[in-house]
Structure formats: structure tokens, C-alpha cells
């Protein structure tokens, strides 16, 4: 079982995910956490089309052949996994041995751009964190120091690439849940699913 939890910058992805995990833990059913950030591409490949382009942000960042080739495909298979494939902050590629998947384990997966043609098909269930740009911006600008409004010039890569994904994909009509996560302390489900799974 692979849950992707999906959201833009800021929406909170990571901490919904570590919580999500932990509750199934607490179940007694293994849980493995793994983030779509550990499959970016390179530096050189992520910004080839220029370090403010939104369309490099949209289709150049993630190194989707990796992730399904090193975690997504071995899952489906029983077979051992990678759960790191590219670390971004020293750019370069990182080799660790494949780890077995216990039985019965759900894996949380966290990560931008969740929902698009080539993953939209991958997930057992999917989440999409439903935040306003305004929201998202000012708690980025507390966790990086960006600017604090979405429309500033130095945002133009991020919300502009998150605004090609939203017109090609609509997140929240491919995912089985929607979340309000505006207050993260209190995610409130706004939509479930429609059909029996």
C-alpha cells in the first residue's frame, strides 16, 4: 500500500505525512516514510531551462524514471527498495544498498507534483493538502526566508510551476481526499472519496 501525499510548497506535506505514519505505527503496521525530494534531479537538469523558469520547475525537478525505477516498481514487485536516490543538498548521487519492504507495510510518500500523467496511477490512495498561496508563501518565507507574497518576482519558479501543474493535472479532482491544511494543526477532510474502494 503506497500513500502519496501531495500539496504545494509550504502546504505541509512533510509534517501531514510524518503524522499519518505515525498513526499507522501505531497501529502495528509497518510504515516506511519516503519523500519524492529524494529523487530530484540534478542541479544542472533542474535548472537547464533557466534558475526562474517555471516550466523547469514543472518538468525538470524530479527524477521520475528513479522513482519508479529504485522505489515504486521494487514495491510492486516484493522486491528491495531505495528510498534515496539524489541528495540535493550536496548535488550529487547517493548509493545506498537496496532495503527489504516488510510484509503488510504502507509506504508514505511526500512530495510536489504527486498527482501528474506518469504517478497519478501509482498510488493506493492519494491526498491533496488544499492551502491558498498566500499561506503557503508566508510559511515559507519562516522556513527559507523567501518572500512572504506569492506574486513577488523571486516566486515567479515556484507558483508558476505549481500554476502549469495545476492547469494540466488538477490535483484535488485525482486525489481520493481532500484536506484543508490551512491551520496544520488542525487539517480538516473536505472531501472523500465517491466510489468504494
Request: charged share 25%; aromatic share 8%; net charge negative.
Amino acid at each position: 500500500m503506497v500513500v502519496a501525499v501531495d500539496g504545494v510548497d509550504g502546504s505541509g506535506k512533510t509534517v501531514f505525512a510524518d503524522q499519518l505514519a505515525a498513526a499507522i505505527d501505531a497501529t502495528g503496521r509497518p510504515v516506511i516514510r519516503a519523500s519524492v525530494d529524494d529523487f530530484h534531479h540534478a542541479r544542472a537538469e533542474r535548472y537547464r531551462r533557466g534558475r526562474t523558469s517555471p516550466e523547469g520547475f514543472w518538468l525538470d525537478s524530479y527524477d521520475y524514471a528513479a522513482l519508479g525505477r529504485e522505489l515504486l516498481d521494487p514495491l510492486r514487485d516484493g522486491a528491495p527498495v531505495r528510498l534515496r536516490w539524489h541528495d540535493l543538498a550536496a548535488d550529487r548521487h547517493v548509493d545506498e544498498p537496496p532495503a527489504p519492504t516488510p510484509p503488510r507495510a504502507v509506504v508514505v510518500i511526500d512530495g510536489i507534483f504527486l498527482h501528474r500523467d506518469e504517478l497519478a496511477g501509482r498510488w493506493g490512495l492519494s491526498v491533496w493538502l488544499d492551502v491558498p498561496f498566500a499561506v503557503t508563501a508566508a510559511r515559507m518565507a519562516l522556513r527559507d526566508g523567501s518572500p512572504a507574497h506569492p506574486g513577488h518576482p523571486a516566486m515567479r519558479r515556484y507558483v508558476g510551476g505549481q500554476l502549469l501543474y495545476f492547469a494540466a493535472c488538477a490535483p484535488w479532482e485525482r486525489a481520493d481526499l481532500v484536506v484543508d491544511n490551512t491551520d496544520w494543526t488542525t487539517p480538516r477532510l473536505v472531501r472523500r472519496p465517491t466510489s468504494d474502494r
